[in-house]
């Protein structure tokens, strides 16, 4: 099998087929196998999936385990409500953790290239075509341009996936006009009151801060979520969307911070202002998915953020690419070169409306999290008197 993206997705792809019995090869167009700094939540649904493939341990060696996911308010912050995830293993069958994306996808790759996945990094996917009895990629490598052949290929190159655009020709995501401002700051670094083991939520106008810790629980992760303006020259322009931030000055970013979190509590500021270094990601986004042609193509299937791009108002993008590629293993286990086709449209049917209802469901949260007047006082008075109850989905992490 033929896998183009060796981000969280194809590595998780790759690994899974493998041990599905299938020889994988994984094409990277970056010069190395890396994640940028950041942090994910992963729900039960994902870590429930990484127990299975036997790396729950090595899970445990980088996740932190918070014990609560609050929803505060911004402006004063309060707690309006927990959601207790210490128990989930009990709950759910599975922890909920926090980490550090370079971590997860540091285990992703080693337990790929343990499981016998070839890996090549500096080699760009420049295009997929297939026959009855084949996929074929053509991949620039060091310069070289070579054809590679499988009775299957994967693509599972992001969100601005260039094979979706040649399988399926339904033009680029666009800029949602929400921003990323991210940030991680050493815990031993901050005050005692500001240190935290636990997720937070602060939901202000048009504005919310997650924070949770990462690296076992020595670091924080924060990120500040708003909704603001490129530089009109960026807002489109392809490559300021596609890459973290390389334009704007430090002084710049701050106002802008600044500007998102006025009337923030006192706390809150705190935190903002201990961190440094912060990276800006433009959220770009598509519709929900419409049907399963978006998860399989003949002989190429989709995964990933390639399939179904995503707000992060869910935190699942990583955990959707996951659940992905457990089932994609799922349907070519005993799965011949023959009969592979057939099994990934089973493999679009099974996932295809799940995806489509995490990416609806992460654009409600935003809308909800972001509230302004009237339905921001709803929101508050419903969250205090439901507390958990409003903020648990169980359809979520009770998968499988
Ligand atoms: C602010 C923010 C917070 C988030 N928080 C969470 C969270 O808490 N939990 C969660 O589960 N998810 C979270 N996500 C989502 C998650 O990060 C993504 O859904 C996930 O990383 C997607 O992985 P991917 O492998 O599909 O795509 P990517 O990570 O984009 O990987 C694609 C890879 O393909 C490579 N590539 C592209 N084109 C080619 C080509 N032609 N040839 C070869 N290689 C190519 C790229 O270099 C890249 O390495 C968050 C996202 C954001 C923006």
Redesign the pocket.
Known sequence: MLI????????AAGFAVARAGWQATV????LEFS?VG?????GPN?TRILQAWGLGDALKQVAAFPAGLHARSMSTGEVLATLPVKDASRTYGAPYV?LH?ADLHGLLLQAAVHEGVQVHSD????KVSQSADDAVFD?MQHAQLQQHIAPLAVA????????RQQLLGDGLPSFTGHI?Y?ALVAQADLPPHLRSQDVSVWMGSQTHVVSYPVRGGEYLNV?C?AEGRLLDDDANSLQALQTWNAKKSEAQTLAELHHALRGACVPLTDLMSACSDWRL?P?CGSPAMQDAREHAQGRVAL????AH??L?YL???????MEDAYELAAQLLGATPANAPERLQQFAHVRWQRNARVQARAVRNGQIFHATGAMRMGRDMGLRLMGARLMDVPWLYGYR
């Not at 094409?27 to 970056?30: L, N």
């Not at 080699?123 to 420049?126: G, M």
């Not at 599972?156 to 996936?161: F, L, M, R």
Request: glycine fraction near 16%; hydrophobic fraction near 55%; charged fraction near 15%.
């Open positions: 183009a993206g060796g981000g969280i997705a194809g590595m094409f990277e167009r970056a994640e950041a942090g994910v939540q992963l994902v926090t994306r080699a760009v996917v420049q991949v599972a190159d992001g969100v601005w996936s260039p094979l990323a991210r990120v979520l990601w959220l995964v990933g953020d390639a791009p995503m992060p935190a699942q993008g990583a955990g959707m690419a």
